[in-house]
């Protein structure tokens, strides 16, 4: 097989996983969104993959997001931003047509956001970044701390929160990253119970390619998905999670 081949064999294999634990617990899989994480992921790939039909697809770095944006521009799809966003960055990601940034995870990157976004008339979708397996090295704002996050975002009216995003404990046994995914719903509950106006919580978006099932049973509307459709990538994750992206 060729790696294009490879590709469309892997998303069909990908689509399946998705619908058999959908079958499994009654779950409607039109309900569950595959992101394509598409870090180190060459243009030509991302390209195939959109073709063949998944148009959701997301970057971590700002510089990827740059490098691979004139080959894919002509090509309808939509672009979420995963990963650790600096300030100085805001311009980039709003020149490079990102709809959704899935990490938010402090008010002062929100509200130089807001800032941007008014001066250029635009508004971004938002989901708030959850650390829930309380790991130094990983991004997100701690669980205790979403709430007052949630409301503070809730004023920023160019910011239009969708729901919650985690990455949860990264760990050779998936089951153990369930207790991650069901935190961050019962978060997602207690904040939607509270009814702050402009906040309605929709999205989770949790669930990769070693624990999507358990993401999806756990209440998952987004998985994301790189190693199961791209195959294994030459960097390890902590380049992309542990420190600070350029
Ligand atoms: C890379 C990445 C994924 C996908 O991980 P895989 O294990 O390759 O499926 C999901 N979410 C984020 C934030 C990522 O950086």
């Known amino acids: 097989m060729t790696k294009n081949e490879t590709i469309i064999s892997n998303l069909q294999d990908t689509l399946e996983r998705i619908k058999k634990v959908c079958a499994t617990i009654g779950r409607n899989p039109e309900e569950i969104k595959l992101l394509l994480a598409t870090k180190t992921v060459p243009a030509e790939y991302i390209q195939t993959a959109i073709q063949s039909g998944q148009l ?40 490079y047509d990102v709809s959704c940034i899935q990490s938010l995870d402090r008010l002062d990157l929100a509200k130089k956001l807001q800032q941007r976004l008014l001066f250029e008339n635009k508004t971004m ?49 998936p089951e153990k990253v369930r207790g991650c995914f069901r935190l961050l719903k019962t978060i997602q509950q207690e904040i939607n119970a509270l009814q702050i106006p402009n906040v309605n919580l929709k999205e989770l978006s949790m669930g990769m390619s070693n624990d999507l099932e358990i993401a999806i049973e756990e209440g998952a509307t987004i998985v994301r998905v790189g190693t199961a459709i791209f195959g294994k990538r030459i960097y390890p994750d902590s380049y992309y999670w542990n420190e600070h992206g350029r």
Do not use: C, W
């Not at 944006?69 to 650790?84: A, E, Q, R, S, V």
């Not at 708030?128 to 975002?153: C, D, H, W, Y």
């Not at 239009?160 to 985690?166: D, N, R, V």
């Open 56 to 95: 959701l697809i997301a970057e971590n770095k700002v510089q990827e997001l740059k490098e691979k944006y004139d080959h894919l521009k002509n090509i309808y799809h939509i672009n979420h931003f995963i990963g650790h966003l600096q300030t100085n960055k805001i311009k980039d990601i709003l020149r």
């Open 125 to 173: 979708e938002v989901l708030i970044q959850v650390n829930t397996s309380n790991e130094e090295s990983k991004f997100g704002v701690r669980p205790a701390m979403v709430t007052e996050l949630v409301q503070e975002v809730a004023h920023l009216d160019r910011l239009k929160i969708k729901g919650l995003m985690t990455i949860g404990l990264f760990s050779a046994e």
